[in-house]
């Protein structure tokens, strides 16, 4: 099991240079978790492409009930307290020690891009391209 960051889930369903790695992270495991905050960050990733004309609404739509039906019962709460205390000691946003949290909780490491996140947090963290 490994926590995904929203942009991993992205680069899965949204074709571009990160797809293959993300394709191969799925073949290698494919017990992703995330915080539910995910659906949020991905949602708004997608509303980025309707905005660009680069996806239609139905598409969009169909992305993110794939990527919910991926994740199903594998999304998890986190506790405020262990997020603040994590943001406390770092730079990065509340909303990226969501993540980070989990994979803590979960014991296990987060997989994205984010070099804030990467830098911040290397014990918790592993590249997708690593």
Request: one cysteine or more.
């Amino acid at each position: 099991m490994i926590v995904v960051d929203s942009n991993v889930l992205a680069y899965l369903y949204l074709p571009g240079e990160y797809t293959p790695a993300a394709e191969a992270l799925l073949e290698r495991d494919a017990e992703w978790a995330a915080p539910v905050l995910w659906r949020s960050e991905l949602r708004n990733i997608l509303a980025g492409y309707m905005r660009r004309k680069s996806l239609t609404f139905d598409q969009a739509c169909s992305l993110q009930n794939e990527a919910e039906r991926l994740l199903t019962g594998m999304e998890f709460e986190v506790d405020s307290s262990a997020v603040l205390e994590l943001v406390k000691g770092s730079d990065c946003s509340a909303y990226d020690c969501e993540f980070i949290a989990l994979a803590i909780k979960l014991r296990t490491k987060l997989v994205t891009m984010d070099k804030k996140l990467l830098r911040a947090f290397p014990r918790h963290t592993v590249a997708l391209t690593a």
